[in-house]
């Protein structure tokens, strides 16, 4: 029986607590939120009629700072994957340094049947709804599954008309409002920065690697053009549609402009030697690489036998169950966890804030290269502390967040 989201982060953060000896009474704090809202979110349809849907904004911790961490807008966006969320943004801000504390927000609902103007007011009510618990330097959303810079600044502008005009009330904006350039790309570029790192470390070159991509939106679609950029070979992506492989390599850049007018990667098969290839296969592909960058959990103790990538790069948030992440260990995949490997988007987030409060924007060059920077040393300490604990990379990303986080509930004297 495989674990529930918040179950499975729990196994991660006990493990993690043994290995730093976290003192019992901390390790009681940091096990549950500080705060969990859940709002009736009621918007009219275009058609007149009323849907009611379910909002949550938790607040799993602060010690280290704001409150940080995106929304999404999903059917499965509850209240038990939303707690699971936001602690794990508490270990990735810690672990990557930034002056952060761990958040998530969620409505229970299908963006996809709903039109431009359902889901604007719909984003409106739900900042009306938990506006109270937001702010500047309380808790700053952003931009997650389903939800965009267009999104944001629906949100922005709500909460402006609340409390006056407030761009650094959530990050991933458009550029217009205070967005900074190279946030878009961050998450998707910043995991092949990780993904760089650890083929330096392991004596490989980036540049020969055959990649396959399950997810090809803001996450996906970034990192396949980044490996392109690099040198790499992406063999395989695929979307809610279904996957195109090609043993030669993607059209990265065709399939992104596909993506963009509204369509599916699907539409290129076919064409050029492009084949079909279904979401579960193409974990199954022979690559060397392979990057979960859709909605997880999708490597599991049923499937993770036969993940034949040597090296997993962890896009999505959860993609693997502990179950798949022993097996994986077992067999010596290398598994890069999602609190570093996705981290550029909370990294980028941090740099758009301090941008914002300053009122003065930064060049892209600027930003991607403190992105890489943060990323590398991230996952140096990360590796250090493995080598050193003799531990796998994600028990070492936990441990060396739980440990920051912990330092801080102590010095401010919570516990």
Same mark, same amino acid.
């Not at 970034?222 to 395989?236: F, I, P, Q, S």
């Given at each position: 029986?495989? /674990? $529930?989201?918040? !179950?499975?982060?729990?196994?991660?953060?006990?493990?993690?607590?043994?290995?730093?000896?976290?003192?019992?009474? %901390?390790?009681?704090?940091? *096990? $549950?939120?500080?705060?969990?809202?859940?709002?009736?979110? =009621?918007?009219?349809?275009?058609?007149?009629?009323?849907?009611?849907?379910?909002?949550?904004?938790?607040? &799993?911790?602060?010690?280290?700072? =704001?409150?940080?961490?995106?929304?999404?807008? &999903?059917?499965?966006?509850?209240?038990?994957?939303?707690?699971?969320?936001?602690? @794990?943004?508490?270990?990735?801000?810690? /672990?990557?340094?930034?002056?952060?504390?761990?958040?998530?927000?969620?409505?229970?609902?299908?963006?996809? +049947?709903?039109?431009?103007?359902?889901?604007?007011?719909?984003?409106?009510?739900?900042?009306?709804?938990?506006? &109270?618990?937001?702010?500047?330097?309380?808790?700053?959303?952003?931009?997650?599954?389903?939800?965009?810079?267009?999104?944001?600044?629906?949100?922005?502008?709500?909460?402006?008309?609340?409390?006056?005009?407030?761009?650094?009330?959530? +990050?991933? #904006?458009?550029?217009?409002?205070?967005?900074?350039?190279?946030?878009? $790309?961050?998450?998707?570029?910043?995991?092949?920065?990780? @993904?760089?790192?650890?083929?330096?470390?392991?004596?490989?070159?980036?540049?020969?690697?055959?990649?396959?991509?399950?997810?090809?939106?803001?996450?996906?679609?970034?990192?396949?053009?980044? @490996?392109?950029?690099?040198?790499?070979?992406?063999?395989?992506?695929?979307? %809610? &549609?279904?996957?195109?492989?090609?043993?030669? *390599?993607?059209?990265? !850049?065709?399939?992104?402009?596909?993506?963009?007018?509204?369509?599916?990667?699907?539409?290129?098969?076919?064409?050029?030697?492009?084949?079909?290839?279904?979401? =579960? !296969?193409?974990?199954?592909?022979?690559?060397?690489?392979?990057? =979960?960058?859709?909605?997880?959990?999708?490597?599991?103790?049923?499937?993770? !036998?036969?993940?034949?990538?040597?090296?997993?790069?962890?896009?999505?948030?959860?993609?693997?169950?502990?179950?798949?992440? #022993?097996?994986?260990?077992?067999?010596?995949?290398?598994?890069?966890?999602?609190? @570093?490997?996705?981290?550029?988007?909370?990294?980028?987030?941090?740099?758009?804030?301090?941008?914002?409060?300053?009122?003065?924007?930064? #060049?892209?060059?600027?930003?991607? +290269?403190?992105?890489?920077?943060?990323?590398? #040393?991230?996952?140096?300490?990360?590796?250090?502390?493995?080598?050193?604990?003799?531990?796998? /990379?994600? +028990?070492?990303?936990?441990?060396?967040?739980?440990?920051?986080?912990?330092?801080?509930?102590?010095?401010?004297?919570?516990?």
């Amino acid at each position: 029986m495989e /674990l $529930s989201p918040v !179950e499975a982060v729990n196994v991660y953060f006990a493990e993690a607590a043994r290995i730093i000896d976290l003192d019992p009474d %901390v390790q009681e704090v940091l *096990g $549950s939120s500080y705060r969990e809202v859940a709002v009736q979110v =009621p918007v009219r349809l275009d058609n007149g009629d009323l849907t009611v849907v379910r909002g949550f904004r938790v607040q &799993h911790n602060g010690a280290r700072g =704001p409150y940080k961490g995106g929304v999404r807008f &999903h059917p499965s966006a509850d209240l038990g994957e939303v707690r699971a969320l936001a602690a @794990l943004m508490t270990w990735k801000t810690a /672990l990557l340094e930034v002056p952060f504390g761990g958040a998530k927000g969620g409505v229970e609902v299908d963006p996809t +049947t709903m039109s431009q103007g359902e889901i604007q007011r719909l984003t409106r009510r739900y900042t009306r709804s938990i506006h &109270h618990v937001l702010g500047v330097y309380r808790d700053i959303p952003a931009p997650d599954v389903n939800t965009n810079a267009q999104v944001m600044a629906w949100m922005m502008d709500e909460y402006s008309l609340l409390h006056g005009y407030s761009p650094a009330i959530v +990050t991933g #904006k458009p550029l217009a409002f205070g967005g900074a350039p190279g946030r878009e $790309s961050a998450t998707g570029r910043g995991a092949i920065y990780v @993904l760089d790192a650890v083929c330096t470390h392991l004596g490989l070159e980036l540049a020969q690697q055959r990649v396959a991509i399950q997810g090809f939106g803001q996450v996906g679609s970034w990192a396949a053009r980044e @490996l392109v950029e690099r040198g790499a070979t992406v063999v395989a992506v695929s979307d %809610v &549609h279904g996957g195109v492989v090609r043993p030669e *390599g993607l059209d990265i !850049e065709a399939l992104a402009a596909a993506t963009r007018a509204g369509g599916s990667v699907v539409d290129a098969v076919g064409k050029d030697g492009v084949e079909a290839v279904g979401n =579960p !296969e193409l974990l199954e592909l022979d690559v060397d690489v392979l990057i =979960p960058a859709a909605l997880g959990p999708v490597i599991t103790d049923a499937n993770a !036998e036969r993940i034949r990538a040597k090296i997993v790069v962890e896009g999505a948030n959860y993609p693997t169950t502990p179950g798949g992440d #022993k097996l994986l260990a077992d067999r010596g995949v290398v598994v890069v966890p999602d609190i @570093l490997a996705n981290a550029g988007g909370v990294t980028g987030s941090y740099f758009e804030w301090t941008q914002n409060i300053q009122q003065f924007t930064w #060049k892209e060059e600027r930003f991607l +290269t403190e992105l890489a920077d943060r990323l590398a #040393k991230a996952y140096r300490d990360t590796q250090a502390c493995a080598d050193e604990h003799h531990i796998s /990379l994600r +028990t070492a990303a936990f441990a060396l967040g739980v440990q920051r986080v912990a330092d801080a509930v102590v010095m401010r004297g919570y516990v």
